[in-house]
């Protein structure tokens, strides 16, 4: 049962314009959530996170918000550049010192030029 | 070279085949991870190492054996595979293991892609 969830396995967004990327969690004990963008043939590397203290974090055209209610959260584009196109993959984990991640499947995203 | 380097990067082995995938990172870091990525599935956690010691084996078969000689170095020995199996090996590093929230972040190497037949 996948903890994490990203329903949209692609997303292809015009120059310019926002990029929404969505991610839904089930465990209520995830209170750290991470978004990692990953290229082809090189490893995931760090975008942006966000804790469950905060509802929206914010690091020049990434802004990440987090529902807890909901237990959802998304990653805002903006503006897009085609070099944001990539997989980007949702994380979370707990805060009980080292707390594994848990990964979400990706969403691949293509900007149009 | 910095970073976290993994070799090889591809890999095609038979069933009866022992290998090994190897990764080194550069950064002085203390918790060495092992991640694997199937089609259309989440990064799984299969192992962790902290200061050269196993911490987590996330109940990954025995033909996967993970080998840690130094905070620097991390392998994976690879034997009697099995065709689902066949999956991106993504090795990655965090300065300690105090977890995400402690503001650990991972640092990923470029993955090994094996291809079990």
């Known amino acids: 049962d996948q903890q994490v969830k990203q329903n949209s396995p692609s997303l292809s967004v015009q120059e310019g314009r926002i990029s929404i990327l969505n991610c839904d969690y089930t465990?209520?004990?995830?209170?750290?959530f991470l978004w990692y963008k990953k290229y082809p043939a090189e490893g995931p590397t760090f975008l942006i996170s966000?804790?469950?203290?905060?509802d929206k974090n914010e690091d020049g055209r990434f802004t990440v918000f987090l529902n807890k209610s909901a237990k959802h959260l998304s990653l805002h584009i903006v503006p897009s550049q085609p070099g944001d196109s990539a997989v980007y993959f949702c994380?979370?984990?707990?805060?009980?010192?080292?707390?594994?991640?848990?990964f979400g499947t990706g969403t691949r995203l293509t900007i149009i030029p | 070279e910095t970073g976290v380097t993994q070799t090889p990067r591809h890999l095609v082995m038979g069933m009866t085949n022992k290998k090994s995938l190897k990764c080194e990172q550069h950064?002085?870091?203390?918790?060495m991870y092992w991640y694997k990525q199937s089609a259309k599935k989440p990064l799984e956690l299969m192992f962790v190492?902290?200061?050269?010691?196993?911490?987590e084996n996330n109940s990954v078969p025995s033909r996967f054996s993970p080998e840690c000689p130094n905070s620097s170095h991390l392998f994976l020995h690879l034997h009697t595979l099995q065709p689902e199996d066949s999956a991106l090996y993504l090795c990655?590093?965090?300065?300690?293991?105090?977890?995400?929230?402690?503001?650990?972040?991972?640092?990923f190497g470029p993955g090994t892609r094996l291809l079990v037949l």
């Open positions: 990655a590093s965090s300065q300690d293991m105090a977890g995400a929230a402690g503001g650990e972040t991972q640092y």
């Open positions: 465990n209520s004990m995830f209170d750290y």
């Open positions: 966000i804790s469950s203290i905060k």
């Open positions: 994380a979370a984990s707990g805060s009980f010192g080292n707390e594994k991640l848990t």
């Open positions: 950064l002085g870091h203390n918790a």
């Open positions: 190492y902290s200061l050269e010691e196993r911490v």
